[in-house]
C-alpha cells in the first residue's frame, strides 16, 4: 500500500503542474500531504513518538498549511489568467523528464528501499522545475512545498525513524518560509494587481 | 643579554603609551614619549649591531609568536630609531592645529608599532599580522587628514595594488613556513628547485610591490603626496626599507641555494626602477610627488646592488658580494636619512607657503635660511655629490657593478655593463632633477607673496631638519667606519673587511678619501671665495637682451626640462595644447597646456581595469533578477552533479 | 704615489689654460687668419683679476660661492688625475669615479648660479648641458670602464700601466674606447659638433650660458675652470687611449707629445665640422655607448687577444 502512496505523491506533484486554477492546486497539494501523513503513520509502527510526529505532520501539511493559502488566494484574486510560459503538455513533458532522469543517475542512497528513495529525489526536483515552469507566486510557492514534502516523505522513511527535533525544525522551518512568502505574495499582487512574475523583471535596473 | 631584551620590551610599551596620550588630547608630550621609545628601540638596535649576537628567540616555522633581534634587524631597527625620533620632533610642533591632530599623532605611533613589530617578527603569523597592520595604518592616517577625492582615490589605489601585489608576499612566507625553511636555509635547499622557484618569484613580486619596484609602483606617487609630511617622511623613509629588509630575508637568508636569475631579475628590475622613477619625478611639478618617485629611484639603486650580491655570491666571489651587499645597506640607510629630511622640509616649507606646487615657490634659501639649508644639503644628498652620503653609496654600487663587469662570465658582464651605463645615466638624472627642485624652490625671487613672506618654522621643526642634515654629512664623512659591520651582515659572510679609516677603500679600486676630499673642497672654496675682492659695483639687473627683466620671463618647472623632454619623447609621450589667440592682426593671448602621463598607468595599468570592468560586465549577464532563471540555474546543478556522480568523475 | 708626479700636477694648474690658448691658435691658422698667440688665456686672466664685477639683483650666497666651487673642484679633478701612470702624493686617490662624482659637483654649483640668476639664457644653457650630460655621463663610465677591464679596477694609476705598451692595441676592444672616449672629449670640453666655444649668440650657448652674468674675478676661476677641463680630459685620453710606454721618463716624454697631437686634432675636427643639432646630440652619444658596450663584450669574449 506504501508503494501506492508513493507513487500517488508523484502523480499529484505532476498534476500541480499543468493545472491552472490555483484552488485547484492547492487542493491537490493538500491531498499529497495527507498520502505523505498515512505513510508516515503507517511506517510509525508502534513507537509513540513517531507517531506523534506522524500525526503533527499530517496535520500542519494537510490542514493549517492549505487553509493558509486558501486566505491568501482569498484575498488576491486575479482578474484575468495569467498568461502560462509554455503549453500545458511541455509543461508536463518537461518534468516527467526531470523526474525521469532522477530516477535513472540517483545512487543508491542506501537509506530507505529503492522505490521510495527514487521518488523523494523525483519530487524534491519537480518541484524546483514547478518553480521553473510556472509564472504565478503562488505555484511557485506550491512547487517549495512540494520540494520539502519529497524531503519528508525521505525522512520517514529512514529505518529508525529521524529525530523529532528534526522533524519540528523542518516544519518550523517551512511554516516560517510560507508566512513570510505569503506576506509577499500579498504586497505584490496589491502593488503589481497580479501575482505574475515576470513582471517583476521591470524591477531590475 | 636580558638587559638589552628588556630594553627592546620598554621601548615597545612606551610606544604604546605614547600612542595612548596622543590620542587622549595630549599630543605633544605623546609625541615626546614616543620619541624616547624610539630612542630606547634604537639602543636596543644598535647594541645588538655592534655586538654582533641575537636576542630573543629564533626563527621557526611553527605556529606560536615569537620576537627577537639579530644584527640585520638591529640594523634596521636603529636606522627605523635615528629617522623617527627627528621625524617625532617635527611632528610635535607640525601636527597641532591639523584636522584631526590628536588620532593622527596615536596612529604615528602605531605605525613605529608596527615598523618595530615585522622588524622583531620571529614567525609567519607575527610578520604577516604586523606587515598587514603596517599596511593599513598609513591608509587611515592619510583618511583622517583629509577626506577630499585625491585622497579618498590615492588610498583605495594604495590598499588596491599593496594587496593585491602583497599576495605574494603572503604565498612567500606560507610556502616557506610549510617547507620548515624559516630561519633554515637548508630545509628549502631540500625541497626542490620548483617551491624555490614558487618563493623567489612570490616574494619578488610581494616585497616588490611594497618597496616600489616598477611595474609595481603605482600606489607610491598617489599614496605619498596626501598623507601628512611626517607620515609620508615615515613611509618613504621606513616603509620602503622594512620592505627591503623582508626581500632580503627570504631571498638572501632562508632561500638554500640561490637561483642564477634571481640576480639577473634584480638587475633588470633594478635598472627599471632607477630609469623610470628619475625620468617620471622630472616631468612632476608637485614637489611631493617629485620625491615619491625619486623614492622609486633609490630603491632601484639598492635592487641593483642586491642583485650584484647575488651573481658574485653565486659565483663564489664572497669578497664582493660581501661589499656589494654592504653597498646596498648603505645606500638603504642613506636614503633613509636624506628622504625623511627631504619630506620634512617639504611639510616646512607648506606649512610656510601653503603651496606644494613647485611654480609657486622660490627664493625661500634666504628668508628661510634653517629650512633653506637642511634642504639644500638634503637635496645635495640625494643627487649623489660629494662629498655626502649619497655619493659615497653610489660609488659603492657603481664599484660593485664594475667589478660584476670585470670578473663574471660574459652573459652576466653584458648584463653588468648595461646596469653600469644605467646607472652613470640616472645620476646625471637626478642630478637635473635635483638642480631644478632646488633652483626653483629655494633660489631666484618669490613667484608668490605669500612666499615672500615666509619665515622659518619654529625650533623643534628646525632641530629636526638639522639633525638629519647632520647625520647626511656625518655618514658621508665617515662611510668607512661602517663597512666592515655592514659586510659582516651578509649572509655567509666570508673575511671581515678591515677598516681603514673613515674613507672608503675596496680592493680593486683607487680610494675614496672622504675626509681628504670634503677637506680640500671645502678649504679651497672658503680661500677662492674669499679673494673675490671688495672692489665691486652696485648691484643691476639681470641680463635679458635689453629688456626689463620682467616676472613674466622667469623659467618654470617644465622649462628646465624641456631639451630632455623633446629627446626621450617616445619614452615620456608629453601631451600638449597650445591656443593662440589673435585680434587685428595681433597675437592677444596664448595658452599653454602640458602633461607627462605616466608610461605604466597607460600601458598597464588602464587596460587591466579596463578588461576587469568587461569581465566583471559580462558576469552581471547571468544576474536577471528572475526567481525562476536561478531556480533553473539550482535545477541545471544538480542535475550535472548527478550525471558526474554517475560517471564516476567525482568518485 | 711619486713626488715628480705630484710636482707636475702642481704645475698643471698653471699650464692648463695652455691647452685651449694653443687650440684657438691652431684653429686661427686653419682658417687663414693670424691669430692671438699661446699665451692669450693668460693675458685674459690677468686683465679679468684686475677688474671689479657687477652682481645681478636679487642673488644671494649661493651666487657668489659658486664660481669659488667649481674652481675648487677642478683644483681636486686636477689633483686626481694621475700623471704618465703615477699618482699623486696630495691625499685626494686616484679612483676614476671619484672624479666623475667631482666633476659632477661642479656641475651641480654652475646649475644653482644659473637659477640664482634667474637668468633666462643662463637657464637655458644649463637645461641643455645636464641634458647632454646625462648621456655624457653614461658615455664616460662605459669608456672609462674599457680600460678598467684590463686593469682590474678603477685605479686610473693601474688603468694607465694596464693600457701600456703595444699589446692592448690587438683586439678592437682598446680601438672602441678610443672611439667612445675622443667622444667624451668632445662633449666635456664643450667643441664642435657638441657645442660652439666660439660663440657670442646667447640662445646657442651651452657651456658659455651661466658664465654670461658672472665678471672679474669670478669670470677669471670659471674661465681657468674650464681651461682645467681641457687638461683633465685632455691627459687623461692621451695617458689612457693612445699608445704610451710603461716607464716614467719616457712615459712623460710619451704624454708631452700626445698631448700636443690631440690639441692638434682637436683643432682639426672643429674646424672640418659644423655643429651638431642639440636633439641629434643624444643619439650620437648613444651609439658612443653601443660601442662602448661592444667593445666590452668583446674584450671579455677574448676577441682578438
Known sequence: MNGILVTCMLALALAIIVVRRRFVGIALLAAQALALGIIAIDLAGGRSEDFLVASLLLLSKAVVLPLLLYLLIRRTPEARPVAAAASPMVRLLGAGAVALCAVLLIPPLGIGDAHTEHTSVALVLVGITIVIARRPIL?????????ENGLSLLAVSVPGGLSYVVEFGALFDLALIVTVAAAFAQRIHSDLGTGDTELLRGLRD | MPLLAWAALAGVA??????????????????????????????????????????????????????????????????????????????????????????????????LLSLAGVLAARDVVSFLVFWELMTLVPAAAILLAGRDREARSAVYAYIAITHLGGAGVWIALLALAHHGGIGDPAAMASAGTGAQTLVAVAALIGFGTKAGFIPLHSWLPRAHPVAPAHLSALMSGMMLKVALYGLIRVEFDWLGTTPRWLGLALLAVGLCSCLGGVLWALVQRDLKRLLAYSSIENVGIVALALGASLLFSGAGDRTWADIAFAAALLQITNHAVFKTLLFLGAGALDRATGSMDLDHLGGLLRRMPWTGGAFLVGGMAIAGLPPLNGFASEWLVLQSLVHVVIREPLGIALAGALALGGLAATAALALLCFAQMLGLTLLGVPRTQRCAQACDPPVGMRAAMAAL???????????????????????????PVAALGAGLHVPGSGSYPTLGLALAIAALTGVLASARGKRRAAPSASWACGQPFVPALRWSSES??????????????????????????????????????????????EPTVRTGLRAAALARRTQSGNVRTYAAYLLGLVMALLVLAQTGILG | ????????????????????????????????????????????????????????????PVYRIAPALVAACMLAAVAIVPIAGRAGALGLGDDALVLIGVLALSRFALAMAAWDTGNAFALMACARDLMIAVFGEALLVLAMLLVALPAHGTDLATMSSAAAGTQIWNGPAHWCGALAFALVILVE??????????????????????????????LALLTWAGAARHWVFIVLGAELYLPHPAGFAAGLLTLTASVAVLCCALAVAESAQAKMRILRVPALLGVGCAIAIAGAGMWIGGVGV
Open chain 3, 189 to 218: 670640453t664643450g667643441r664642435q659638433p657638441i657645442d660652439n666655444p666660439d660663440t657670442h649668440l646667447e640662445l646657442t650657448m651651452i657651456h658659455e650660458g651661466p658664465l654670461l652674468e658672472y665678471g672679474g674675478r669670478d
Open chain 2, 469 to 495: 642634515a647632520l647625520m647626511c654629512v656625518a655618514l658621508g664623512l665617515a662611510p668607512g667606519l661602517l663597512l666592515p659591520t655592514l659586510a659582516g651582515l651578509a649572509p655567509g659572510a666570508g673575511a
Open chain 2, 560 to 605: 628646465f626640462t624641456k631639451p630632455l623632454r623633446l629627446v626621450l619623447e617616445s619614452i615620456l609621450r608629453p601631451r600638449r595644447t597650445i591656443e593662440v589667440t589673435h585680434a587685428g592682426g595681433m597675437v592677444q593671448s596664448v595658452s599653454y597646456e602640458g602633461e607627462v602621463h605616466s608610461l605604466l598607468d597607460r600601458a598597464l595599468y
Open chain 3, 1 to 60: 704615489m711619486s713626488a715628480a708626479a705630484t710636482v707636475i700636477q702642481l704645475a698643471g694648474i698653471v699650464l692648463a689654460p695652455l691647452l685651449p690658448g694653443s687650440i684657438q691658435s691652431m684653429k686661427a691658422r686653419l682658417q687663414g687668419r693670424h691669430g692671438a698667440s699661446l699665451l692669450q688665456p693668460y693675458r685674459t686672466l690677468m686683465r679679468l683679476w684686475g677688474k671689479s664685477a657687477v652682481d645681478p639683483e636679487g642673488t644671494g
Open chain 1, 139 to 147: 505555484f511557485q510557492l506550491l512547487g517549495l512545498i512540494v520540494a
Open chain 2, 14 to 111: 612606551t610606544l604604546a603609551c605614547g600612542s595612548i596620550l596622543a590620542a587622549t588630547d595630549r599630543l605633544r608630550s605623546g609625541l615626546m614619549v614616543q620619541a624616547a621609545a624610539m630612542a630606547l628601540l634604537g639602543v636596543a638596535g644598535v647594541a645588538v649591531l655592534a655586538g654582533g649576537q641575537t636576542i630573543g628567540a629564533p626563527f621557526h616555522s611553527t605556529v606560536g609568536l615569537a620576537f627577537g633581534l639579530d644584527p640585520l634587524s638591529g640594523l634596521f631597527l636603529a636606522l627605523l630609531s635615528f629617522t623617527a625620533i627627528p621625524t617625532l620632533l617635527f611632528a610635535r610642533d607640525y601636527l597641532p592645529g591639523r584636522p584631526h591632530a590628536p588620532a593622527v599623532g596615536a596612529l604615528t605611533g602605531v605605525f
